[in-house]
């Protein structure tokens, strides 16, 4: 691994205390390897700051004796996004608190070290949704999905991540901290500078907070899984099913042949739910914020 000079070692520990400086080997193995195993880090500190300004001390820091500064999240992504080479890694997992929720503005405020699934629960909770979801979203931190720019599943109605963001805080590479959590939504002033970090990977500065946008909580939901043998067809269902549904369509995902044949093989009491094969699939999920509409019957 990697040798740091003793005196940054020095200053750091100094400054953020033993118990956020990772140096021990089974300490530092969960945060090396990548969520397929495939890639490991070159790196023999993981730092675990607590607030903004640990973090900005920290990258001041490191700036000051250039050491390279790699942000982790959640450990998820698997294109080797949060490996070291050389340097340290920087762990948000200590920044996880949902600061404010505001039900009449439809809007939150969090540490970029939340998990994905409880922002999701704290919305809910307050009779909102926050739409964005994706297989990892119960381990996934809503900072690497801002720095990754997620889709998820209702990118089609919701958008990207970078749809759902009102404001930010960053750390930039200097240490110095980019504060701009306004929660306003009709904002027509200057350069939309918060864009330049959502999807840039921590490479312009590390997510340390987010105002997100939070909408109306669905009442009524149906989940279809339609059948169908030619590629085309699904450019065709898609466009019939949101002219006949409109904004009632909140999701639409292409599921090939091979995927289906995976799960059934891979995950335990799954099943094909057709009697015959086809070569692709199309889940759909139609939601209303109205309990009495019948969505299943308007799709059929």
Request: contains cysteine.
């Amino acid at each position: 691994m990697t040798k740091l000079p003793k005196v940054f070692l020095k200053e750091l520990t100094k400054l953020l205390g033993r118990n956020a400086v990772l140096t021990e080997t089974e300490d530092l193995l969960p945060y090396l390897k990548d969520e397929r195993g495939l890639l490991e880090s070159d790196c023999s500190l993981v730092i675990r700051p607590n607030a903004t300004e640990e973090i900005s001390e920290t990258v001041g820091l490191c700036a000051k004796h250039r050491v390279p500064v790699v942000p982790l999240g959640g450990n998820t992504g698997l294109v080797g996004g949060g490996i070291a080479s050389g340097g340290v890694i920087l762990s948000l997992e200590k920044l996880n608190r949902i600061i404010h929720i505001d039900t009449l503005n439809h809007t939150m405020t969090v540490e970029a070290g939340c998990i994905l699934a409880n922002i999701q629960k704290a919305a809910d909770e307050a009779g909102c949704l926050f739409p964005l979801s994706l297989g990892a979203e119960g381990s996934c931190q809503i900072g690497g999905n801002l720095s990754t720019n997620a889709g998820g599943v209702g990118v089609l109605h919701y958008g990207n991540a970078r749809d759902l963001v009102l404001g930010i805080e960053v750390v930039l590479p200097n240490g110095l901290i980019y504060e701009n959590l306004k929660a306003l939504r009709k904002d027509n002033t200057g350069y939309d500078l918060k864009q330049l970090f959502i999807g840039a990977e921590g490479t312009l500065g590390i997510i340390t907070k987010a105002v997100l946008k939070l909408y109306p909580r669905p009442r009524a939901f149906a989940t279809i899984l339609v059948a169908l043998e030619e590629l085309d067809e699904i450019l065709s269902l898609f466009d019939l099913t949101r002219a006949t549904c409109g904004d009632k369509l909140k999701a639409f995902e292409l599921i090939p042949r091979l995927a289906l044949e995976l799960e059934v093989a891979h995950i335990p009491g799954i099943r094909d739910p057709f009697t015959e094969k086809h070569a692709y699939y199309a889940l759909l999920e139609l939601t209303s914020p109205r309990q009495e509409d019948d969505l299943r019957g308007e799709i059929e």
